[in-house]
Nanobody
Framework: VQLQASGGGLVQAGGSLRLSCAAS????????MGWFRQAPGKEREFVAA????????NYADSVKGRFAISRDNAKNTVYLQMNSLKPEDTAVYHC?????????????????WGQGTLVTVSS
């Protein structure tokens, strides 16, 4: 499966963005999906993940209550709605996929990665 993330941009603190990750190939519904981010000079970190059907979601503590992950299997797309954005959310956001996976936190659990989309939050 190939992944294409989009929706990043520049936003002021307190604002919102919605990221999308479109998957090509068949059987998107067979893939657990995750969002990760990497800020300059920092390691990649887990943001959110969702299971095959969307019945299970998982969030990093730093984004709980502000971000929401969802998926539309008919459109082969997973979303990350980001509200109440903070400057520390600034990073390149990547989506990832794992066949028959659940809502995994570890990046090592994922097989396929998208190229990333840059989110910049100004103070």
């Amino acid at each position: 499966v190939q992944l294409q993330a989009s929706g990043g941009g520049l936003v002021q603190a307190g604002g919102s963005l919605r990221l999308s990750c479109a998957a090509s190939g068949r059987a998107f519904a067979n893939y657990g999906m995750g969002w990760f981010r990497q800020a300059p000079g920092k390691e990649r970190e887990f943001v959110a993940a969702i299971s095959l059907t969307g019945g299970t979601t998982n969030y990093a503590d730093s984004v709980k209550g502000r971000f929401a992950i969802s998926r539309d299997n008919a459109k082969n797309t997973v979303y990350l709605q980001m509200n109440s954005l903070k400057p520390e959310d600034t990073a390149v956001y990547h989506c990832a996929a794992k066949r028959f996976g659940s809502a995994y936190e570890s990046p090592n659990s994922y097989t396929y990665w998208g190229q990333g989309t840059l989110v910049t939050v100004s103070s």
